[in-house]
């Protein structure tokens, strides 16, 4: 992501850098360092030498910490919010910020018809800036907030039973809290496995978040995992 830019009067402005993305941060460092100046653009002579000290700088826009509340979205429409979205991404790229925390919580593709086409197109829009846009999930499991308030999570809220989809249920680690948490559950992996490949298919995320079962929980919890 390092690059040198260098002007000189007289001279072409050289930026080089290693790869790609380092010569995009080097343009948006230039555009920066262009002034009007009795009428005309100008840029004075420089040596910039620039690479980062942490190569993941993000952002988030949610609202409510990994819940998918967007702090962009007006109540306008889908075209309106793309529109926004892409902007707020061009102003990203400006300041060299390449991550954004973005959508949550949850891996299904049914919040509304369009929502897959749009968080790829999105994705799209991100990448070709350098900017990775970053989805929230459980990799196994799901906090009970999210049982009792189905309305804020996306897919399926899967429990331990001993087949799907109308097996007998049991308890795992957590117990009737945390739902969908059995490892041992082979059945219970393959299904939650395939629906996080068809979200990653259909949205292609830059990145993203897998909340585990475990995190948070009590050494208590821990201890009433099921025999298996």
């Known amino acids: 992501q390092g690059y040198v830019l260098e002007s000189r009067q007289g001279s072409p402005i050289d930026i080089s850098a290693g790869m790609d993305l380092g ?7 230039l555009l920066q360092l262009l002034t009007l100046r009795d009428e005309e653009v100008v840029l004075d002579d420089v040596r910039v030498r620039d690479y980062p000290d942490f190569r993941y700088r993000g952002n988030r826009w949610l609202l409510n910490v990994e819940l998918g509340v967007w702090s962009y979205d007006r109540g306008d429409g889908i075209g309106a919010f793309r529109d926004r979205i892409v902007e707020k991404l061009d102003l990203s790229m400006k300041h060299k910020v390449n991550v954004v925390i973005f959508d949550a919580v949850g891996w299904g593709l049914d919040s509304y018809p369009e929502y897959a086409g749009l968080m790829r197109d999105l994705n799209c829009e991100a990448r070709l800036r ?61 299904l939650r496995g395939d629906e996080l490949a068809r979200f990653v298919a259909e949205v292609q995320p830059g990145a993203l978040y897998l909340h585990q079962e475990d995190e948070g929980l009590s050494p208590e919890m821990w201890k009433v995992r099921c025999p298996e």
């Not at 010569?23 to 460092?29: A, I, K, P, Q």
């Open 130 to 190: 350098g900017i990775r846009l970053l989805h929230t999930g459980y990799g196994s499991g799901i906090g009970g907030y999210f049982k009792a308030h189905p309305e804020l999570f996306r897919g399926v809220i899967w429990e331990n039973r001993r087949s799907y989809p109308d097996g007998e249920l049991y308890h795992c680690i957590g117990g009737p809290v945390y739902p969908g948490t059995c490892l041992s559950n082979e059945e219970l992996m393959r």
């Open 23 to 29: 010569c995009l941060y080097g343009v948006c460092t």
